[in-house]
Nanobody, 134 residues
Framework: LLNLLQSGGGSVQAGGSLRLSCTASGSGKMFADSDWGWYRQAPGSECELVSKIDEDGDTDYADSVKGRFTISQDTQDNAKKTVTLTMENLKPDDTGVYFC???????????????????????WGQGTQVTVSS
């Protein structure tokens, strides 16, 4: 069983940058052979999978963050993995709680109506607040 630990985030003015990290230690298919992604949700807004990365390093981004967000991964000795979301040129619309998520396969990076699919995705991080002020 993986435990995801998120770090980073915080508050920044529009145009600024922040970084989110999601780290897990473990082994097995869920560690190495899976999609890792970042969902976000603001109060009263729909959930959005903003970016994901697979075991081969292939990435996907929602249209709302293309050209501004970069997802990357680093695996250490096949026992610890960190996925980082680097967010640049942040906008007030980027405000929300960001959740790291891991599953055998995640959906396409795009908005999804309603709340984030906590019941449908295998493993979640604890959530990190990102606030962008205008």
């Amino acid at each position: 069983l993986l435990n995801l630990l998120q770090s980073g985030g915080g508050s920044v003015q529009a145009g600024g940058s922040l970084r989110l990290s999601c780290t897990a230690s473990g082994s097995g298919k869920m560690f190495a052979d899976s999609d890792w992604g970042w969902y976000r949700q603001a109060p009263g807004s729909e959930c959005e999978l903003v970016s994901k990365i697979d075991e081969d390093g292939d990435t996907d981004y929602a249209d709302s963050v293309k050209g501004r967000f970069t997802i990357s991964q680093d695996t250490q000795d096949n026992a610890k993995k960190t996925v980082t979301l680097t967010m640049e040129n942040l906008k007030p619309d980027d405000t929300g709680v960001y959740f790291c998520a891991v599953d055998r396969m995640l959906l396409d990076a795009q908005p999804y109506g309603g709340d984030c699919p906590f019941w449908a995705v295998n493993i979640w991080g604890q959530g990190t607040q990102v606030t962008v002020s205008s």
